[in-house]
């Protein structure tokens, strides 16, 4: 059964510095992975896709790695800036075609 | 020109009520799905429809039934509410598995308060 965990949960950081999200899964065999962004009473609006053949995607200021034999992703924000506050949550497509969420990271930049 | 619409926006009801949230896409997707947020905002699916026919039932009580009467909406019907349906309910959609671009797009979400 497939695990994602994200790690922090909560991160608060200064406006203008560079910051890094953690996404760990237990199983590698995935089709691909997602980065969403959650605003408080929002959906979800997908930031990222990455194909399980893929490395890495970029947009803008968003940088997400994938790395499928150690089961992790990261998602990288260069500049933050106070608009990029909200939940970050990743999630994996598997075999089974279930997308399976992690817990979010809680983001918060300060201005 | 919403990509995944859901209605209504907030439902609140009282226990032993039925009730349905509707979802439509427009982005010619032949694959839609149910999500449910719970208050500790972990998502879990629930439903998956490929061109109107269910390919996941994740185990979820029988009060629970999703009806698709076309590819580009997937309904879902609960059956005698419970206290413990209270949640956020995500309505998502994307291209079918096999295809270059199964992004899953996702609505604003049915926030059902159970009383």
């Known amino acids: 059964k497939q695990e994602v965990t994200q790690i922090p949960a909560a991160l608060s950081v200064p406006e203008g510095e560079n910051l890094v999200l953690n996404c760990s899964f237990t199983?590698?065999?995935?089709?691909?992975l997602q980065w969403f962004r959650q605003d408080p009473g929002k959906g979800l609006t997908s930031l990222l896709l990455i194909q399980s053949s893929q490395r890495e995607q970029t947009s803008g200021r968003l940088n997400a790695s994938l790395d499928k034999s150690s089961g992790r992703s990261t998602l990288y924000i260069a500049a933050s800036q106070p608009g990029d506050s909200a939940t970050y949550l990743c999630a994996v497509k598997g075999g089974n075609e279930k997308l399976t969420f992690g817990t979010g990271t809680r983001l918060t930049i300060i201005p | 020109d919403t990509a995944v619409s859901q209605t209504p926006k907030y439902l609140v009801t009282q226990m032993g009520n039925d009730k349905s949230i509707k979802c439509e896409q427009n982005l010619g997707h032949d694959t839609m799905y149910w999500y449910k947020q719970d208050s500790k905002k972990f998502l879990k699916i629930m439903f998956s429809?490929?061109?109107?026919?269910?390919?996941i039932n994740e185990t979820v009580p029988n009060r629970f039934s999703p009806k698709s009467p076309d590819k580009a909406h997937l309904n879902l019907h609960i059956n005698s509410l419970e206290l413990g349906d209270s949640a956020v309910y995500f309505c998502a959609s994307s291209h079918p598995p096999g295809t270059s671009d199964y992004e899953q797009y996702f609505g604003p979400g049915t926030r059902l308060t159970v009383t």
């Open positions: 429809y490929n061109n109107k026919e269910l390919i």
């Open positions: 199983d590698s065999a995935i089709y691909n």
